[in-house]
């Protein structure tokens, strides 16, 4: 890594396009290139298939954005392929029944109903074939067009979707069915960054790249636990702070993240107040002559913004951050002394009822300062998809039209109508936005909703109301590749789309970096890309423009309307607006640069469009330049030839300073807003009300090793282990005030604008504790990716308000106010059970569930079903047990816990245990063979202790001693292993059960089951502990013994030895953590 | 002359039961051909009734009454501890005259069975043919010959003079002693019901009952066994496999429910049940129904019903044989009354084995009848101490003897082949059960079952079913009340998982525990 930092270009490593594409030359071994499909880093990965068809990955050493690095979930990829929990057919589904089974949704209950009977279980889904069920769509989108009228369908797609999946969706709803309800899932993610690049820009540009991470003098992270989310870019940043010391880095955070142990200065400001830090910031360069009167003078906005921050004195500033003034000045004096500053941000920015004011004080100091498209000294914007740049490329949101074309604009609509043939003008309102969507079809303006790629009723704030929304649409459509999306849950037509390693396009990156996407494997069973589904129905619902028969038709088409029209001047808006988005120039510019370098290439210039092949060889090319300094017309994108000539004329927009004035409740957590419907309902008893509780500002952000809804990352066993259970964290000072200790669960309510917790009685989050002083006083921080598919009531999003930026519609998922009270477990568990079996265990402990709630539904009565109705929407039934699911490497493991007695009771029984492996034997037998379930338990009644493993035999166990002499090998596979205790601490580590699944044979078949029932070997076994390093898959208990035993007390040495922490990096921080620990302990 | 085998219930000898073969001393046994069951062996046992009943002094020496297992072991231990006491003198004092102190006693061993000395335990393989009577032997004849025993078999003594200190047996000798010891053992007991002494009734206690039993399993008879403890399922258990049709009445809610808790007494009786022994639980018995030659033909029960039968054999217990000595003026209570060495109410008269009460408390097992013969033998191995002590000069025999002291027992049998393990205490009162934790294992395809109970962190119980492997852990565990705190969570997983004080437990306990806690039951008791 060292060695490459600001060096790499794409220009200044034509051998990228050296390497061929596929290497066939050890063998049958191949290697494609391809891109990751997780953040928006967009990191090169050379996947290599050997002769039988594993497949294993790794780093592309060229590629630009990562130069042969990977993270833990990059490297984890390979295990994500497969057919394993995936979605391999069409279906029809009984929405109704599929909701109250996975979602504890009741049906609506008729009025004059005289019992309450909850929907058939069977069948929930009926399978189809493609031709069927597409054309069951088409026919149903066209009649709801015809009764409802064109605004009456809705697209929610994803920044998961490839540039080409996102092009056809956005041509199909825009311009043909003819509405621009069509939101991405980047809403929640990069809107306020978009809104607040065009305000300072007039476009949505970033103007810097990677290679100012390494150039820059200062690096200041606002909102951004890069060290996590971003940890390639945030290793290339951290090497060459190696090199050259004399680098800072500043991390703005309420929460002390792992960025923050290589921080040399951290502002844990209060949620919210980046607006007055950075109005305070503007203020201070400007008294401290920092002003770039020159690039000032090309901007516009400047006095505006600086008499608005004005008034942001230091002191001012620290009051309202809540951070000191000493702490403050330092950062300003940071920030003043650095010519070379980069300020990136990410979801901390964003995601904020202010993000797009945030966005843009922030970028303010830098257009001050002249602080823009400069090597080493920009804003920049980390983007949290793989392509959510692609989507914004091609305007698939309600309020973008397409290429980088305003919708405001009805020349620009007109072009794009002209392009695409359209049969109708689109429509110049803006189309209705994800956080809308719901009260969209509540209110019966949207009928029919087609979800791709994306698990809304998970991530949208106020996810039961969506969910409740989705219950009650005549029609939800959702294309997946995974059958552990909640939202699959919800619709009437499943559509299996392919994954990440099936499907093939391009990706753009943070740095505008154009990416392909490969196919590494067939489909997997008849799953298609998005672009082809969506083409299909489009084409039966009597479209044309949709004959696409590879993705490169889409590419060029997309490439194509990026240049159309778009002239020398690069210009078509009254409001004088370049438009920058040139595909067809870059990629010939680009094209020409590789030629002129001498180097062979498959492409050519345009604008001829790529054939098949070269699409498939296109190596990855930045659009709009290097870097773009927003206000050097004759320099307004850089990396092309001197001697074109359109450079000199081409117009450009003014950057813009932005007068910011921070709003006074900025750091206000946000309440829900009572809506109508919710009237304060009688309910159920519920185990908590009377519990004292302690209100908190929920946080919500990312895991480590986890992505989005973990329908992907949760496949890999390494990427569960660093946090296996849903976890809020706390500071030890709110944990003390309702006496809660580590690894206690709470319950966690939303509260509402009334001040009062909300009506919902029982709360949908129910998680255990973390107790840790690098939160604030009054934060609590919770993941967002829980899902139902793998947690019981762990859905954050529903306890987050819908409160959005009124620029970008950008909802704030980091400032909620909840509170949260003490649960006591009777019991809690542990289940490790085979993959195979995974289901039907989850079926029994639903069932469960399905007791307890069809018993409370009875008990509340009919004379208030439809209170019981709305009841649903809140999950408002406590809750009798709480579960959730982590992969392992040869398990699922199940971590559960009971707050009723009685249920405890229940599963304390082995005879619980011993029924299900009755059921389990005639539900699903593994081997035709015939074969035994066998179990065996401990059980201390006294201590609520049980363990319990179940294993399946072909053998007859009665003749054990005969295997035992004979050195049989035995065919007992071991299916299922329970432990059940009233604390956790009496649980056993999984380590070295987890390959008990893959291998029971090390053990003496004598002594099998009392081994397997005590976790661990008799003697001899070493538990390496929880998982600190995921890509080498190092424990906790390995690197301790490294720092102690070994005496390695550096994060170097320590990774010499058991070379944790030596891949991506992003535990290094934990390993510090440790050393720091134990180092007295070392051994000299 | 011709043995006295008769089989009332008045002549039947103490047993020591449950003992595995491979757990005595000696595996040598008795000459087949000199000891035959048949009751023609008048000729053999000639050999015993040596001429050294008295030594050439004509000496008073050591006369054991009763060659059970512990009379019999008693003679030989005492012999062999004696001549390794003279050995090590000689050795010390070479060249100094031997006196007359330093000659051994010469020791007497009166038998009133012919068979002189053999395992009753192994009677039920025996019954169930497994085993030949043969091989039951605890100790060949030539090595009593070898040690100078005089052996007396076919006798029984007819009184004691503790004044004069001499016996008179039945054949009207008479034999003084300078150290009596009593091990006259037990009775197998008969309950008296209505036509008890009915053809047909039978215990199972000595070599004559194994005889008469498998002639009635060789003709596939029906027999009820009245009793389902270890003695009682053993003989239905081995007359089933000799072929007759058995069934276990018993009048509580589980068979062996003294030594079992009730899950483990269910996997047993599954057990009996696939090894055709039927059960008749919670039954009680009304009378013994005959028919008119004064023969068995059913068992009539307290609930009106008559279950069919050729034969019945109680196995409901056993008494000890005291009649003896209350006889002779000893102190009688339940049992011979002895103190910590053995010694009864009356000088220079002992009492060891089933026949003993000591503390109030009476011994049925193996293990405690060794411990107590292995007492005795310091108390009398050297003649000279001996003679010149008193057993009231307890500080004396505190420096010179170790004193019985008596030990919770553990049982470890094999029931048709199934292993069972109990040790300590497991069954208790509704108010003790509360501050009892019990720690279960089970495996229902292997039907294995192991269950601790355990009491202020310590192992008061133990039940172990199918796989016993872990039960003299657990035995020592209890016996001596060891504080398992930091073990408990792994204690139910056993041994190899228990490594609290590691070196400490098994370095003192392992190699004591292998063949000395291998205890087994003696006793059977009326239920």
Known sequence: MTQTIATHTISADKDVNQLPLLDTANGATKTIRTTCPYCGVGCGVLAQIDEVGAISVKGDPKHPANFGKLCSKGSALAQTLGTERRLTQPYYQNKSASMWQHHRMPPEISADATAIKLPDTQPLIEHTDWNTILGDIAERLSDTIAKYGRDSIMFYVSGQLLTEDYYVANKFIKGFIGNNNIDSNSRLCMSSAVAGHKRAFGADLVPGNYEDLEACELLVLVGSNMAWCHPILFGRFLAAKKLNPNKKLVVIDPRRTDSCEFADLHLPIAAGTDTHLYNGLLHYLEQQGCQDKTYTSQSTGAEEALTAAREWTIDKVASACQVSSARIRQFYELVAANDKTVTAFSMGVNQSKSGTDKVNAIINTHLLTGRVGKIGASPFSLTGQPNAMGGREVGALANLLAAHLDLDNIDHRQLVVDFWASPQSIAANVGIKACEAADAILDGRIKAIWIMATNPVVSLPEANRFRQALAKCDLVIVSDCSVDSDTVKCADMVLPAQGWGEKSGTVTNSERRISRQRALVPATGVAKPDWWILSQVAKRMGFSGFDYRHPSEIFNEHVALTAYGNDKNQTLSTKNQPRYLNLAKDLSVFMAEVENGGQATHCRHMPAALSNEDYDAMPPFQWGGTRIPMIDTKRAWSAKPANDAASATMSCTKAQLIAIVPAADASVPNRHRQKQRNKRQDRDTSFRQSAPSLDLRLITGRLRDQWHTMTRTGLASQLNQHQSVPMLTIHPDDASQLGLMSDDFVQLQRQDEAGMSADEGASPVLVQVAISDAMRVGDAFMPMHWSNAFATFARVGSLIPTIVDPHSGQPELKNSAISISAVPMHIFGKILVHPDWQDAVIGQLRKILDDFEAKTLQKTGLKKNQDIVNKSDSESRCTVITWNLSRQANSVLINFACPSIDVSQILSAPNFWQQMAESLQSSKPLLSQPHTINTAHIINKKQDQLRLIMTQSLHDLTAVDQIETSHQKSHELLIMAVYLAPMLKYLPSIHWLDRCFADASQIPVNQRYKWLLAGRPASGYVDPGTLVCSCMSVGKNTIIETITQQGCISAAAVGKQCRAGTNCGSCVGQINELIAEYAQLAQA | ?527
Request: hydrophobic share 40%; net charge negative.
């Open chain 2, 1 to 527: 002359m011709l043995l006295h085998t008769s089989k009332t219930a008045a002549n039947l000898v103490a047993d020591t039961r449950g003992m595995s073969q491979s757990d005595t001393h000696q595996s040598s046994a008795y000459k087949p051909s000199t000891h035959k069951i048949d009751t023609d062996s008048a000729n053999s046992t000639q050999g015993y009734k040596n001429k050294q009943g008295h030594d050439k002094n004509n000496r008073a020496g050591v006369i054991i009454i009763g060659a059970g297992m512990a009379g019999s072991r008693f003679a030989i231990e005492l012999a062999r501890a004696q001549q390794h006491s003279i050995q090590q003198k000689n050795t010390h004092l070479s060249g100094m005259q031997v006196t007359d102190a330093d000659v051994p006693l010469p020791i007497t061993l009166i038998s009133k069975e012919p068979q002189v000395g053999y395992n009753r335990i192994m009677l039920s393989p025996v019954l169930s043919g497994e085993t030949a009577f043969e091989d039951t032997y605890l100790y060949d004849k030539a090595d009593y010959e070898a040690l100078g025993i005089t052996v007396l078999a076919g006798l029984s003594v007819d009184t004691i003079n503790t004044e004069q200190q001499y016996i008179k047996l039945d054949d009207g000798q008479v034999r003084h002693y300078a150290k009596l010891v009593i091990a006259t053992g037990s009775t197998a007991r008969i309950l008296p019901f209505p036509n008890h002494t009915a053809k047909g009734v039978h215990v199972f206690r000595d070599v004559a009952d194994v005889t008469a039993l498998t002639n009635y399993a060789h003709q596939n008879k029906t027999g009820l066994v009245i009793g389902g403890g270890v003695l009682g399922l053993e003989a239905a258990c081995a007359m089933a496999v000799q072929g007759a049709s058995m069934t276990v009445v018993h009048t509580g809610d589980y068979v062996l429910n003294r030594q079992l808790d009730l899950p483990a007494a269910q996997l047993l009786q599954d057990e009996l049940g696939r090894r055709g022994v039927s059960l008749e639980l919670s039954t009680h018995t009304e009378a013994i129904a005959i028919n008119d030659k004064d023969e068995v033909c059913g068992l009539v029960l307290k609930d009106g019903r008559t279950l069919p039968a050729d034969f019945i054999v109680m196995a409901v217990g056993v008494m000890p044989n005291t009649s003896l000595a209350k006889a002779s003026g000893l102190n009688v209570g339940h049992g011979i009354v002895v103190d910590d060495c053995m010694h009864t109410s009356c000088p220079h008269v002992y009492a060891i084995g089933e026949c003993v009460e000591l503390d109030g408390e009476l011994f049925g097992m193996v293990a405690p009848v060794n411990q107590q013969v292995d007492t005795l033998v310091t108390v009398l191995k050297e003649a000279v101490i001996s003679s010149a002590t008193t057993a009231g000069d307890t500080k004396f025999l505190q420096a010179h003897w170790q004193p019985f002291i008596s030990k919770p027992l553990s049982l470890k049998l094999k029931i048709s082949g199934v292993a069972v393990f109990s040790a300590g205490q497991i069954a208790f009162s509704d108010t003790e059960a509360e501050s009892i934790e019990m720690l279960v294992y089970h495996q229902p395809t292997l039907n294995h079952y192991h269950c601790l109970y355990l009491k202020d962190n310590k192992v008061i119980g133990a039940v172990l079913y199918g796989d016993v492997h872990d039960g003299s852990f657990y035995s020592q565990l209890i016996t001596d009340s060891v504080d398992i705190s930091l073990i408990k969570d792994d204690l139910i997983f056993g041994s190899a998982y228990c490594d609290l004080d590691a070196q400490a437990m098994s370095d003192t306990t392992t190699d004591r525990l292998s063949d000395e806690v291998e205890v087994t039951e003696l006793m059977e008791e009326a239920s």
